[in-house]
C-alpha cells in the first residue's frame, strides 16, 4: 500500500494515524510543533481524565501513542503539496516526501501578519501563495514578508519567477544570503492595488506585490497551492472529510465546526478510515 502522509501530530493528525496505521497502512505524521496544544494549558472537558491533563502532555501521548502502533513521526515542516506519480510529493525542510494520500491535519493557524490594511490589498497585492501567484508578477518587484524557513522557501519559488524580490523581516533577524529589509512594517499603502509598504520609522518603499509567509504554511497556504477549496478560512470537504482533490483529506480545526478536541478525533477518526480506504481501493 502507498504511503499515507499526515500533515499534524494534533489530536486530528494522530487520530486520523491511530486508525489509518491499524488498518494496515503505511503511515508518516509530519508535525513542526504543538499546534493549538501547545497554547492551552489544562485540559479538563476530554474524555477519560478525572482530574484534567496538561495540555502539552496529551500532545506528547498522541505522538507517542502513534509511533508505538507503527507511525513515523517526523519533526519537520511542510512547505507545499504537490500532484507527483505517486500521488502526491510534499516539500519539507528536511526534504520531499511521496504518498498516495494525504490528512491535512495542520489546525487553524493562519498566519496574519498585524499589518495596517493587510485584508484591504488581499487578491490585489498581497498574497499567501508563490507558487499561485508568482507569475502574475513576472518583472515587477515584490517581497515575501517572513523571516523563517517558510518564507526562504517562498523566496525561492518567485525567484524562478520574478527577478526582484527582497525579504521583509518585519523587525526580525535577516535570513542569511537572501536581500532583506529587517524594519518593522507599519502598513499597506495603496489605491485600489498595494503599491507600497510603509515601515514604523516612516520611511516607505514601493512594491508591486507583498507574499505573506510568516511562521508556517498552514492549512490554507498549503491548500492553495494545490487547488482545495476553501470557504471563511476553513477547508471544503464532505461528510468523509475528503476534500474536492480525490486523496486529499482534512480533520480537526482547519475544516469548519467546533474547535474543540473530541472533535478534531473523530473527524480525524473518519479522515483516517477514509483515507486507508483510498489507499487500500488504489493497491
Ligand atoms: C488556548 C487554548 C485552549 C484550548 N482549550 C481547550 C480545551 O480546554 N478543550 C478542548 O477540547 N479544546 C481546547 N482548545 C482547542 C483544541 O486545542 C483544538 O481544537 C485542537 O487542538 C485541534 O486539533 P487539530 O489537530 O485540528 O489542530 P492542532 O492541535 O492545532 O494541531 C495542528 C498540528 O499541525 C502541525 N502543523 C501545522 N502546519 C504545519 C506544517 N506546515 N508542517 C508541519 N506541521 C504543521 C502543528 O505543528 C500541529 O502539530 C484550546 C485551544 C487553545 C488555543
Redesign the pocket.
Known sequence: MKELLI???????ISAALYAVRGGAPVTV????????A??EL????YGFANGIA?KDLYAAGLKQAENLGAKILH????GIEFAEEGFRAKTAAGTLNAGAVVL?????RNVPPIRNIGTFEGAGVSYCAICDAFFYRGKKVAVVGGGAYARSEYAELKNVVDDVTVLTDGGAALDGLPCNTKKIASFEGGDRLEEVVFTDGTRENFDGVFIACG???AFE?AKKIGLESANGKLVVDERRATNVPGIFA????IPGL??????VCD?MIAGTEALKYLKAQK
Open positions: 500533515v499534524g501530530g494534533g489530536p486530528a493528525g509530519v508535525a513542526k510543533g504543538g499546534g493549538a496544544l497554547k492551552a485540559i479538563q472537558n476530554y495540555a519537520t515542516e511542510i512547505f491535519a495542520c489546525g487553524t493557524a508556517s504554511a498552514g498549503l480533520a480537526g480545526d482547519c474547535q474543540q478536541i473530541a472533535k478534531a480525524g
